[in-house]
DNA sequence: CCTGCACGATACCGATCGGTATCGTGCAGG
DNA sequence: CCTGCACGATACCGATCGGTATCGTGCAGG
């Protein structure tokens, strides 16, 4: 499983279940899951379609495993933040939408891959639909668990507020509605933060 | 209602092309645009593939004036709030969130059509993706305009919190992360509107 | 050295896609 | 009354979809 390049030609690539997931990755973040058929992920990852059901049961399940590593690399990225500012939940938080507003160029007319699929997953049952609310749910109750840490008065409100202008900013993004999105986000989400309470310790 | 037409005449029905547009908004909202086909449509408008494209060139192109229609209702659905509340400002912007919010549980899982339907039109010169793009910047536009009219300091900053508000809400709703989405919703434009500014008149 | 197996290549399957051609008929507008 | 045309029905088109069967080969692990 652990490869070792070995020598096979002169460019080293990687084994063939990392080269689909890299093509899907690609495809369906430009072009929907939909619109990108089996043969079209086969031939950016320069194999065959027989290798790629070798790998996945079908279809679905290639898109839940993408959805499952893209989540996991979120969280991983959420994670770094957390431990950069430890013990300091309120400059976690803003790491948290400074990471989220870096990323929004990229995403440029795309948006973010996880609102994307879901738009394309009616079926409450499907097990990629079920890896993105998972995931969502477990982005909340992290955010809920910072803003409480930070003591502000109303963490479950205050972390739907920023889970808002965050999912907000990027549909936006999508749609060119809104221009200098990151900046705005940010000013957002420091204003949350940074609120003025009622009552003083 | 659908099922099987037992009563024939009796129930006057709509002439077909509002019957395909209509069977189109509820299979296009509940399933998505790419799955499904225009066969489907024909089915559920109870007339065939040929009476559609008698009316519409090609599938996009319905798709296209669904949403030019359902971006029409929205702008007379705003009309009527604005038109509710002449000259009060917030009274309009909160109006606006209140209809948002309420229509939260009709959306339920399925989120928002024009979202939802951007994610499967990745090409930015797809006619149906300009409709939604223009009417997005008239939202925007008209919301600036409030809270220009509002009074607040920054119109521009405060109309991107309540877009990313009301978007984020209808993420949210869809992905099932937050509980009492709508309830939230209202609080947070409430918050904005009626910010403490540094100065006073 | 030997061998099993992942791999790439190729050919195929039924189903469904968007879109077209053709024709008979009922009814609205002149 | 007459007629044109929207309509419904039916049959068809090539392309593509997800998924499968088969086979030869090169290389890694024993």
Redesign the pocket.
């Given at each position: 499983m652990t490869s070792t390049a070995?020598?096979?030609s002169r460019v080293a690539k990687l084994?063939?279940?990392e080269r689909i997931l890299d093509a899907a990755e690609e495809l369906f973040q430009s072009q929907g899951i939909?619109r990108?058929?089996?043969?079209?992920i086969a031939e950016r990852a320069?194999?065959?379609?027989?290798?790629i059901?070798?790998?996945f049961?079908?279809?679905?399940a290639l898109v839940a495993e993408w959805l499952r590593i893209l989540a996991a690399d979120y969280q991983a990225a959420f994670d770094r933040v957390e431990t950069e500012h430890p013990g300091r939940p309120r400059e976690q938080i803003l790491g948290l939408a400074r990471f989220i507003a870096e990323g929004l160029p990229t995403l440029s007319h795309r948006g973010c891959p996880f609102i994307n699929s879901l738009a394309e997953l009616p079926d409450r049952s499907h097990p990629a639909r079920q890896v993105i609310e998972e995931h969502k749910a477990r982005q909340t109750r992290r955010l809920v668990g910072m803003c409480a840490d930070a003591g502000l008065p109303d963490p479950e409100q205050a972390a739907a507020e920023i889970t808002f202008a965050l999912e907000g900013a990027q549909v936006s993004t999508q749609n060119g509605s809104i221009d200098r999105v990151g900046e705005r986000l940010l000013r957002i989400v420091a204003g949350i933060v940074d609120r003025p309470r009622a009552s003083a310790p």
């Open positions: 070995s020598r096979p084994p063939p279940r939909a990108v058929g089996v043969q079209a320069e194999t065959t379609k027989m290798a059901y070798r790998h049961d079908t279809k679905d």
